[in-house]
């Protein structure tokens, strides 16, 4: 979540892959939160991500994705 110049990153859930082989696929499990939806506005926005990083290591990779009822990002305007 941005507000102003700072970007605060949370961690919801985690879930490790213990001894992953590097050409495999593996299946997972994830709720999606009911609310906040992704949204942006004026000074503030929340986009959702999933992430996935290797330990040890540098790799990581993320795809972002909208949580809305209506799979768009809610746009708030900026009142009169």
Known sequence: MKGG?????ENAVSEEICRPM????????????EAPYSY???NSELHWAIEALEVPGKARDA?????SSY????????LP
């Open 5 to 9: 110049s700072r970007e605060v990153i």
């Open 40 to 42: 942006e506005g004026i």
């Open 22 to 33: 590097r050409s495999a696929q593996y299946k997972f499990n994830m709720t999606l939160p």
């Open 63 to 67: 795809k972002d994705f909208v949580l």
């Open 71 to 78: 799979d768009e990002i809610i746009i708030l305007e900026k």
